[in-house]
Nanobody, 124 residues
Framework: QVQLVESGGGLVQAGGSLRLSCAAS????????TGWFRQAPGKEREFVAAIRLIYGTTYYADSVKGRFTISRDNAKNTVYLQMNSLKPEDTAVYYC?????????????????WGQGTQVTVSS
């Protein structure tokens, strides 16, 4: 059993920054990768970023590359998503997810555990 708790969402103006946190508890040793996904009203859930926890390998969607940074603190069992230069189109519910085994890090179906989601709203 793994539990994921997100924090850091909120309202920010365009061009601003926000940092999301995803704290994992339970059987955290079984987690090999963590990803961030987002979903806006009327749209499908889309991949944002992911990280392989042991090696620190990172992956980003083209839409956020250069603006978002995913990182981890293994000692704290926490993964972060630093979001800079935010745009109104970044507005969505952001979800943290974790996987035991993964091949395609951009696919939501690869992830076993999910957080509750946190709202990020970017105003123009």
């Amino acid at each position: 059993q793994v539990q994921l708790v997100e924090s850091g969402g909120g309202l920010v103006q365009a061009g601003g920054s926000l940092r999301l946190s995803c704290a994992a508890s339970g059987r955290t040793s079984s987690i090999y990768a963590t990803g961030w996904f987002r979903q806006a009203p009327g749209k499908e859930r889309e991949f944002v970023a992911a990280i392989r926890l042991i090696y620190g390998t990172t992956y980003y969607a083209d839409s956020v590359k250069g603006r978002f940074t995913i990182s981890r603190d293994n000692a704290k069992n926490t993964v972060y998503l630093q979001m800079n230069s935010l745009k109104p189109e970044d507005t969505a519910v952001y979800y943290c997810a974790a996987a035991n085994t993964i091949r395609v890090v951009t696919s939501s179906s690869e992830y076993t555990y999910w957080g509750q989601g946190t709202q990020v709203t970017v105003s123009s």
